[in-house]
C-alpha cells in the first residue's frame, strides 16, 4: 500500500474516532459561551442594570446630567439607593427640572453621590447599621426597626446585584444637609 493510501487511511480513521469528541467540544465551547453572555447580562454595571429596569430614567437622566455616568460605570464597587422615577415625581413642581440644568450641575451631583456608599453593602449588613457615609460625605440614616429606611425612605427592592456593586430601590429621594 502506498504511503499516500496508508496516510489517507490513518485520517480517516483518525476522523471518525476523532468526530464526537469534536461535536462534544463544540457544544461544550457553544455552551461556555452561552453561559458567559448570561454572565455579563447579569453583571451589568449600576448605569445599565437601572437603565434597563425601566423605572429609573430620571435617575438616569440626572446621572448624565451630573456628568456621573462614568464614575457608577467604573470599577467600584458602590452601593446605590436608587430613587425610582415615582420618588422624582414625589419632589416639589419644577424641582427636576431645575437640578437637570447645567448651572445647578455641583448640588445636583451633591444629591446623586449623597445616594451612593462606597463598596458592595447587602441588605443583610444593612440591616446591622445605624448609619451609613456616602460619597457625599455627609452619613444616612439607617433604620431596620420596621423594614428597611435610609433616611425615611422606603427600601422597596434591596440586592439588586451589578457587576460593580449593589442597588437598593428606595420610594423617596434623599437631600443631603445644606
Same mark, same amino acid.
Given at each position: 500500500?502506498?504511503?499516500?493510501?496508508?496516510?489517507?487511511?490513518?485520517?480517516?480513521?483518525?476522523?471518525?474516532?476523532?468526530?464526537?469528541?469534536?461535536?462534544?467540544?463544540?457544544?461544550?465551547?457553544?455552551?461556555?459561551?452561552?453561559?458567559?453572555?448570561?454572565? @455579563?447580562?447579569?453583571?451589568?454595571? $449600576?448605569?445599565?442594570?437601572? /437603565?434597563? &429596569? *425601566?423605572?429609573? =430614567?430620571?435617575?438616569?437622566?440626572?446621572?448624565?446630567?451630573?456628568?456621573?455616568?462614568?464614575?457608577?460605570?467604573?470599577?467600584?464597587?458602590?452601593?446605590?439607593?436608587?430613587?425610582?422615577?415615582?420618588?422624582?415625581?414625589?419632589?416639589?413642581?419644577?424641582?427636576?427640572?431645575?437640578?437637570?440644568?447645567?448651572?445647578? @450641575?455641583?448640588?445636583?451631583?451633591? $444629591?446623586?453621590?449623597?445616594? /451612593?456608599? &462606597? *463598596?458592595?453593602? =447587602?441588605?443583610?449588613?444593612?440591616?446591622?447599621?445605624?448609619?451609613?457615609?456616602?460619597?457625599?460625605?455627609?452619613?444616612?440614616?439607617?433604620?431596620?426597626?420596621?423594614?428597611?429606611?435610609?433616611?425615611?425612605?422606603?427600601?422597596?427592592?434591596?440586592?439588586?446585584?451589578?457587576?460593580?456593586?449593589?442597588?437598593?430601590?428606595?420610594?423617596?429621594?434623599?437631600?443631603?444637609?445644606?
Amino acid at each position: 500500500m502506498s504511503s499516500f493510501l496508508k496516510g489517507s487511511l490513518v485520517f480517516s480513521v483518525a476522523a471518525a474516532l476523532l468526530a464526537p469528541s469534536i461535536a462534544e467540544a463544540g457544544k461544550k465551547c457553544a455552551s461556555t459561551s452561552t453561559q458567559v453572555i448570561a454572565y @455579563k447580562k447579569a453583571k451589568m454595571d $449600576i448605569v445599565d442594570t437601572a /437603565v434597563s &429596569a *425601566g423605572s429609573f =430614567k430620571t435617575l438616569a437622566a440626572a446621572l448624565q446630567a451630573a456628568g456621573l455616568v462614568d464614575t457608577l460605570k467604573g470599577k467600584g464597587p458602590f452601593t446605590v439607593f436608587a430613587p425610582t422615577d415615582e420618588a422624582f415625581a414625589k419632589l416639589p413642581p419644577g424641582t427636576v427640572e431645575a437640578l437637570l440644568k447645567p448651572e445647578n @450641575k455641583a448640588k445636583l451631583a451633591g $444629591i446623586l453621590t449623597y445616594h /451612593v456608599v &462606597a *463598596g458592595n453593602v =447587602k441588605a443583610a449588613d444593612v440591616v446591622k447599621l445605624k448609619s451609613a457615609e456616602t460619597v457625599q460625605g455627609q452619613s444616612v440614616a439607617i433604620d431596620a426597626t420596621n423594614g428597611v429606611k435610609i433616611n425615611g425612605a422606603n427600601v422597596v427592592k434591596a440586592d439588586i446585584d451589578c457587576g460593580n456593586g449593589v442597588i437598593h430601590v428606595i420610594d423617596a429621594v434623599l437631600l443631603p444637609k445644606e
